[in-house]
Nanobody, 117 residues
């Protein structure tokens, strides 16, 4: 069983930038896996930010994230990233990485991002 593991969260000032990283414990990203970044604030629904297909790198974004957030991968390092620019107070939440194989979806434990003034 694979386990996505997020890293890179922490404290960032409003207007600043932050890059989150997702790796896989117990396996690798392969073939048609889809890697996705989500966010979920307390009491809110989990919301997809962006997705990327592992093999061909095709990407999809939630419209509101387009332009500020970028999803990409390092194929050789088996790592996916979410780069965030222009951080806002409302971006303070937990960010999750998931990987969807042909048959199952795996979720990471999340990483906390806090935006300060």
């Amino acid at each position: 069983q694979v386990q996505p593991v997020e890293s890179g969260g922490g404290l960032v000032q409003a207007g600043g930038s932050l890059t989150l990283s997702c790796s896989v414990s117990g396996g690798t990203f392969v073939g048609d896996d889809m890697v996705a970044w989500y966010r979920q604030a307390p009491g809110k629904e989990r919301e997809v930010i962006a997705t990327i297909t592992w093999d061909d790198g095709s990407r999809h974004y939630t419209d509101s994230m387009m332009g500020r957030f970028t999803i990409y991968r390092n194929y050789h390092e088996n790592r996916a990233f979410l780069h965030m620019n222009g951080m806002k107070f409302e971006n303070t939440t937990i960010y999750y990485c998931s990987v969807k194989s042909v048959t199952v979806v795996y979720w990471g434990q999340g990483t906390q991002v806090t935006v300060s003034s």
